[in-house]
């Protein structure tokens, strides 16, 4: 056993969080005793970077029922819960996470659960593997595949790819039907919302609300803004979601012309420099900026302390920049992910889709010999979560009759 974490004093206040999440992750727990009777990752050591949340842990448990040994650290320096990692360590589980942590101790941690070497990597961004690439390559000939969560590490990932550079298989958990559509959408509509509530406490209601990015990401934002009576605002590079944007309902427009109207600004597009120097130069006085992509780059820090003649920490994961043109802006959780680092992440009910893509991705892994390159989420596999999600909430479905099924399948018959 080997762990670093915060304090090990607050495992039973982690317990109880994930004893919670573990009665609102149903799907997860019926692959739990699946796994429990079958065994089927008996001896295979999986390295995680993934936000160390009490969701997760109902993972870590879950795959080491499965006969599993596990190392994680976390994938954000300020998403890690201190009580759930205090709870991982306890129960023997080897957990090198805490919250406030310095990027050279962040990389560390990620090169303490490379010394387990792990044969299955699970990633959330991309940073596990991509220091593995770098400066572990001697450890790829035992891996035998990983697991990528998010949107940002995908498209990291597929760059890889497309460069030759990608050296062994990684399942698309993110573009999992089961994931994206309800994970992206409304986990990070109603979390990213949790966090600036709990951040400023400020009424959403009648306040012009900046989306940034309509992806899955995005969508969801906007419609739960929408949804307590802020009047949305759309920023998109992408004619297509910009134009579907529209058609929701919503004002698109540049975001030169955005940061003029803007009350409240959420960056959801997984890119650098969405809010740069010149946007908040136009911005209200007393404007608030938060991010909920991946990384902190979509609002250039740099360019924003140019800009001002002083900071200060007003409230938990609020600072107020005074701008030397007499304005200020609030900036949220340090431009990291406002969902995780002011509140808890998404929900369990949601997570439970996504995780369970996750176990069923390492066992497909252990299964299945993969050449090095992006792979999709099986169709069974995720056509199977559904059901069982569906059949977890009392709901049944109708059913294709053999004529209908034919039906479809075939050219033949026409009008």
Same mark, same amino acid.
């Given at each position: 056993?080997? =762990?670093?974490?915060?304090?090990?004093?607050?495992?039973?206040?982690?317990?109880?969080?994930?004893?919670?999440?573990?009665?609102?992750?149903?799907?997860?727990?019926?692959?739990?005793? !699946? &796994? !429990?009777?079958?065994?089927?990752?008996?001896?295979?050591?999986?390295?995680?970077?993934?936000?160390?949340?009490?969701?997760?842990?109902?993972?870590?448990?879950?795959?080491?029922?499965?006969?599993? /040994? #596990?190392?994680?650290?976390?994938?954000?320096?300020l998403s890690t819960q201190d009580d759930v990692a205090a709870s991982l360590a306890?129960? @023997? #589980?080897?957990? =090198?996470?805490?919250?406030?942590?310095?990027?050279?101790?962040? =990389?560390?941690?990620?090169?303490?659960?490379?010394?387990?070497?792990p044969q299955i990597t699970i990633d959330d961004g991309g940073d596990l593997i &991509?220091?593995?690439?770098?400066?572990?390559?001697?450890?790829?000939?035992?891996?035998?595949?990983?697991?990528?969560e998010t949107t940002t590490g995908i498209m990291r990932l597929r760059a890889m790819?497309?460069?030759?550079?990608?050296?062994?298989?990684?399942?698309?958990?993110?573009?999992?039907?089961?994931?994206?559509?309800?994970?992206?959408?409304?986990?990070? @509509?109603?979390?990213?919302?949790?966090?600036?509530?709990?951040?400023?406490?400020?009424?959403?209601?009648?306040?012009?609300?900046?989306?940034?990015?309509?992806?899955?990401?995005?969508?969801?934002?906007?419609?739960?803004?929408?949804?307590? @009576?802020?009047? $949305?605002?759309?920023?998109?590079?992408?004619? $297509?979601?910009?134009?579907?944007?529209?058609?929701?309902? &919503?004002?698109?427009?540049?975001?030169?012309?955005?940061?003029?109207?803007?009350?409240?600004?959420?960056?959801?597009?997984?890119?650098?420099?969405?809010?740069?120097?010149?946007?908040?130069?136009?911005?209200? +006085?007393?404007?608030? #900026?938060?991010?909920?992509?991946? &990384?902190? $780059? *979509?609002?250039?820090?740099?360019?924003? !302390? +140019?800009?001002?003649?002083? /900071?200060? /920490?007003?409230?938990?994961?609020?600072?107020? =920049?005074?701008?030397?043109?007499?304005? +200020?802006?609030?900036?949220?959780? !340090?431009?990291?992910?406002?969902?995780?680092?002011?509140?808890?992440?998404?929900?369990?009910?949601?997570?439970?889709?996504?995780?369970?893509?996750?176990?069923?991705?390492?066992?497909?892994?252990?299964?299945?010999?993969?050449?090095? @390159?992006?792979?999709?989420?099986?169709?069974?596999?995720? *056509?199977?979560?559904?059901?069982?999600?569906?059949?977890?909430?009392?709901?049944?479905?109708?059913?294709?009759?053999?004529?209908?099924?034919?039906?479809?399948?075939?050219?033949?018959?026409?009008?």
């Amino acid at each position: 056993m080997a =762990y670093d974490v915060k304090d090990i004093n607050l495992a039973e206040n982690g317990r109880l969080k994930i004893e919670w999440a573990e009665s609102h992750m149903p799907v997860l727990m019926e692959i739990r005793r !699946e &796994f !429990e009777n079958e065994k089927p990752l008996e001896g295979i050591q999986i390295g995680f970077a993934l936000h160390v949340t009490k969701e997760t842990a109902v993972l870590v448990r879950t795959l080491m029922a499965g006969g599993a /040994k #596990i190392a994680i650290t976390g994938c954000n320096p300020l998403s890690t819960q201190d009580d759930v990692a205090a709870s991982l360590a306890k129960e @023997g #589980i080897d957990i =090198y996470a805490w919250r406030g942590e310095t990027v050279d101790e962040y =990389y560390a941690n990620i090169k303490k659960v490379l010394d387990h070497k792990p044969q299955i990597t699970i990633d959330d961004g991309g940073d596990l593997i &991509f220091t593995i690439h770098k400066e572990r390559p001697e450890l790829i000939e035992n891996i035998k595949g990983g697991c990528e969560e998010t949107t940002t590490g995908i498209m990291r990932l597929r760059a890889m790819e497309r460069d030759g550079a990608l050296k062994y298989p990684v399942m698309d958990v993110n573009d999992a039907k089961t994931k994206h559509l309800f994970d992206n959408r409304y986990g990070t @509509g109603q979390s990213t919302i949790d966090g600036i509530l709990r951040a400023t406490n400020v009424l959403i209601a009648g306040k012009n609300f900046i989306v940034s990015g309509y992806g899955w990401c995005g969508r969801g934002i906007a419609s739960k803004a929408r949804g307590m @009576g802020a009047n $949305v605002i759309v920023t998109e590079v992408d004619p $297509v979601k910009a134009l579907e944007a529209v058609m929701d309902g &919503f004002r698109v427009m540049p975001m030169d012309k955005a940061a003029e109207l803007g009350d409240i600004f959420v960056t959801a597009t997984g890119d650098v420099d969405v809010i740069k120097g010149r946007h908040i130069e136009r911005m209200k +006085n007393n404007a608030i #900026i938060a991010n909920s992509g991946h &990384f902190n $780059v *979509e609002i250039n820090m740099q360019e924003l !302390e +140019n800009l001002s003649r002083g /900071k200060e /920490k007003i409230r938990e994961n609020v600072e107020k =920049y005074t701008l030397k043109n007499g304005g +200020n802006i609030y900036l949220l959780a !340090e431009g990291r992910l406002v969902n995780l680092a002011a509140a808890e992440g998404h929900p369990s009910e949601v997570m439970d889709m996504s995780f369970a893509n996750q176990a069923l991705a390492v066992r497909y892994l252990t299964e299945n010999k993969l050449e090095p @390159g992006v792979h999709k989420i099986p169709k069974e596999i995720d *056509e199977g979560i559904a059901r069982l999600k569906l059949k977890t909430m009392g709901i049944v479905i109708d059913q294709l009759s053999k004529r209908q099924k034919e039906y479809i399948e075939s050219w033949s018959e026409g009008t």
